[in-house]
């Protein structure tokens, strides 16, 4: 079992729908990380939590450390919204989730 | 330059041969890690370096993968007798210090293939 899981693999919506990726970790961590990874290759940080919730313009990440799960929302939908998602913790080193695939479509 | 760079940007080498990547991390950051994404595979870590420190050489897959880093800033990665199963990008990324609760910064990666 991974450490780290995220769900779901695959997301595909509608431009304008409200998007949650999930991302659930079995390990003590000190913080978490939300990624972008887009088509090209680039990869950005979008967030680092280790408690509450944070936003930033249409992005939302919340963490509940009790529960061990992290979620990264987006409102209103957009195609450039379109990347992988990548969920990571900091547990002594960098684990890190599978990713999961947004497409918004137009 | 403004953030982190990498070099070459795509690199295709023959199996067995040595190859090197290099990282230049964002100016005063003094922690710095490596990390290879497999196509279809998420990111794996490989070695990270805080400072002067001892690097931190956990993920690093086999003794054929090296790191340094000299002078606190540029770090090198080297891959020796190369595998086909080592294509993948691999990445950089650098932050302030290797706290916690300070975000790294991602480099645009080198991909690495390996016929």
């Known amino acids: 079992k991974n450490e780290v899981e995220q769900s779901p693999q695959n997301l595909t919506a509608q431009e304008g729908e409200f998007i949650t990726i999930n991302c659930s970790y079995s390990?003590?961590?000190?913080?978490l990380h939300w990624l972008q990874q887009h088509p090209g290759g680039g990869i950005v940080s979008l967030f680092m939590?280790?408690?509450g919730k944070k936003k930033h313009g249409r992005l939302i990440a919340t963490i509940n450390i009790q529960e061990k799960h992290s979620s990264l929302h987006i409102t209103a939908s957009h195609p450039r919204d379109s990347a992988v998602y990548i969920c990571?913790?900091?547990?002594?080193?960098?684990?890190f989730g599978a990713g999961t695939r947004l497409t918004v479509k137009p | 330059g403004a953030g982190v760079s990498q070099s070459p940007s795509n690199k295709v080498t023959e199996k067995g041969k040595d190859v090197e990547l290099r990282c230049d991390p964002i100016?005063?950051?003094?922690?710095l890690y490596w990390y290879r994404q497999s196509l279809g595979q998420g990111l794996e870590f490989l070695i990270y370096?805080?400072?002067?420190?001892?690097?931190?050489k956990s993920g690093l897959p086999s003794d054929r993968f090296s790191a340094e880093r000299t002078g606190g800033s540029v770090s090198t990665l080297t891959i020796q007798r190369t595998q086909q199963e080592d294509s993948a990008v691999y990445l950089c990324?650098?932050?302030?210090?290797?706290?916690?609760?300070?975000?790294?910064?991602f480099g645009p990666g080198t991909r690495l293939t390996v016929l």
């Open positions: 390990v003590g961590i000190s913080a």
């Open positions: 990571a913790v900091r547990s002594g080193d960098m684990r």
């Open positions: 939590l280790s408690s």
């Open positions: 100016s005063g950051h003094t922690a």
């Open positions: 370096f805080q400072g002067n420190s001892a690097p931190d």
């Open positions: 990324a650098s932050s302030v210090l290797a706290a916690s609760y300070n975000e790294q910064f």
